[in-house]
Protein backbone atom coordinates (compact mmCIF):
# COMPACT_ATOMS: atom_id res chain seq x y z
CA UNK A 1 0.00 0.00 0.00
CA UNK A 2 1.43 3.18 -1.10
CA UNK A 3 1.32 5.96 1.69
CA UNK A 4 3.22 9.32 1.73
CA UNK A 5 5.10 10.59 4.26
CA UNK A 6 5.81 14.19 4.69
CA UNK A 7 9.01 16.05 6.58
CA UNK A 8 10.13 19.24 6.62
CA UNK A 9 7.57 21.74 7.06
CA UNK A 10 8.38 24.60 10.51
CA UNK A 11 8.76 28.75 10.76
CA UNK A 12 10.57 30.60 8.09
CA UNK A 13 11.03 33.93 7.68
CA UNK A 14 9.50 36.15 4.26
CA UNK A 15 12.41 35.87 1.61
CA UNK A 16 13.93 32.48 3.06
CA UNK A 17 13.92 28.80 1.91
CA UNK A 18 12.38 25.34 3.07
CA UNK A 19 12.62 21.86 2.00
CA UNK A 20 9.81 19.49 2.16
CA UNK A 21 10.74 15.99 1.62
CA UNK A 22 8.20 12.94 1.02
CA UNK A 23 9.02 9.25 1.37
CA UNK A 24 7.05 6.79 0.42
CA UNK A 25 6.97 4.77 3.32
CA UNK A 26 8.99 1.88 3.13
CA UNK A 27 8.99 1.45 -1.01
CA UNK A 28 9.40 3.57 -3.81
CA UNK A 29 7.55 6.05 -5.82
CA UNK A 30 8.13 3.70 -9.23
CA UNK A 31 5.33 4.37 -11.19
CA UNK A 32 3.45 7.53 -9.39
CA UNK A 33 3.60 10.36 -10.20
CA UNK A 34 3.95 12.65 -7.23
CA UNK A 35 2.45 15.89 -6.69
CA UNK A 36 2.24 19.00 -4.12
CA UNK A 37 -0.45 20.70 -2.63
CA UNK A 38 -1.05 23.06 -0.29
CA UNK A 39 -4.16 24.17 1.99
CA UNK A 40 -4.24 27.00 4.13
CA UNK A 41 -7.10 27.93 6.75
CA UNK A 42 -10.98 28.57 4.95
CA UNK A 43 -9.31 27.90 1.66
CA UNK A 44 -9.58 24.81 -0.95
CA UNK A 45 -6.47 22.23 -1.26
CA UNK A 46 -4.70 23.62 -4.34
CA UNK A 47 -1.90 22.22 -6.32
CA UNK A 48 1.02 23.57 -6.35
CA UNK A 49 3.97 20.94 -8.29
CA UNK A 50 4.06 17.51 -9.74
CA UNK A 51 6.70 15.36 -11.13
CA UNK A 52 5.77 12.27 -13.50
CA UNK A 53 7.38 9.14 -13.12
CA UNK A 54 7.86 8.68 -16.53
CA UNK A 55 10.60 10.98 -17.86
CA UNK A 56 10.70 12.86 -14.57
CA UNK A 57 8.45 15.64 -16.41
CA UNK A 58 7.44 18.57 -13.97
CA UNK A 59 4.33 21.05 -13.80
CA UNK A 60 4.12 24.09 -11.71
CA UNK A 61 1.31 26.25 -10.54
CA UNK A 62 1.92 29.82 -12.12
CA UNK A 63 2.39 30.90 -7.91
CA UNK A 64 5.03 29.17 -7.52
CA UNK A 65 6.73 28.83 -10.72
CA UNK A 66 10.43 30.12 -10.55
CA UNK A 67 10.36 29.71 -6.87
CA UNK A 68 10.00 25.91 -6.21
CA UNK A 69 11.49 22.80 -7.34
CA UNK A 70 9.91 19.38 -7.11
CA UNK A 71 12.43 16.67 -7.39
CA UNK A 72 13.23 13.16 -7.12
CA UNK A 73 16.35 11.63 -5.58
CA UNK A 74 18.16 8.23 -7.68
CA UNK A 75 16.22 5.54 -5.55
CA UNK A 76 12.84 6.93 -6.55
CA UNK A 77 11.64 6.79 -2.37
CA UNK A 78 11.46 9.98 -1.86
CA UNK A 79 10.45 13.22 -3.47
CA UNK A 80 11.31 16.60 -2.68
CA UNK A 81 9.61 20.46 -2.96
CA UNK A 82 12.12 22.92 -2.75
CA UNK A 83 10.79 26.72 -1.51
CA UNK A 84 12.85 29.34 -2.33
CA UNK A 85 12.19 33.14 -1.60
CA UNK A 86 9.26 32.44 0.70
CA UNK A 87 6.28 34.84 0.86
CA UNK A 88 3.73 34.83 4.01
CA UNK A 89 0.83 34.03 0.88
CA UNK A 90 3.27 30.22 1.08
CA UNK A 91 1.66 29.76 4.39
CA UNK A 92 -0.52 26.60 4.62
CA UNK A 93 -0.59 23.05 5.21
CA UNK A 94 1.44 20.97 2.27
CA UNK A 95 0.59 17.52 1.02
CA UNK A 96 2.16 15.22 -0.86
CA UNK A 97 0.24 12.89 -3.21
CA UNK A 98 0.51 9.81 -5.44
CA UNK A 99 -0.94 9.10 -8.49
CA UNK A 100 -1.08 6.12 -10.58
CA UNK A 101 -0.74 7.84 -13.32
CA UNK A 102 3.09 7.78 -14.11
CA UNK A 103 2.69 9.26 -17.37
CA UNK A 104 0.43 12.94 -17.54
CA UNK A 105 2.03 15.77 -16.66
CA UNK A 106 -0.57 18.20 -16.26
CA UNK A 107 -2.64 17.06 -13.57
CA UNK A 108 -3.83 19.90 -11.33
CA UNK A 109 -7.08 18.50 -9.76
CA UNK A 110 -6.66 16.98 -5.91
CA UNK A 111 -9.09 14.42 -7.38
CA UNK A 112 -7.38 12.69 -9.42
CA UNK A 113 -4.72 11.68 -6.95
CA UNK A 114 -5.03 8.06 -5.20
CA UNK A 115 -2.71 8.98 -1.78
CA UNK A 116 -2.19 10.90 0.15
CA UNK A 117 0.18 11.87 3.46
CA UNK A 118 -0.98 13.88 6.47
CA UNK A 119 0.80 17.22 5.85
CA UNK A 120 3.12 19.62 7.33
CA UNK A 121 2.88 22.62 8.38
CA UNK A 122 4.94 25.74 6.63
CA UNK A 123 4.54 29.35 8.32
CA UNK A 124 5.97 32.10 6.33
CA UNK A 125 6.27 35.57 8.45
CA UNK A 126 6.84 38.66 7.27
Known amino acids: QMQPVESGGGLVQAGGSLRLSCAAA????????TGWFRQAPGKEREFVAR????????AYADSVKGRFTISRNSAGNTVDLQMDSLKPEDTAVYYC???????????????????WGKGTLVTVSS
Open 97 to 115: AADRDGVTLGVTSKDEYDY
Open 26 to 33: GRTFRGYS
Open 51 to 58: ITWVAGNT
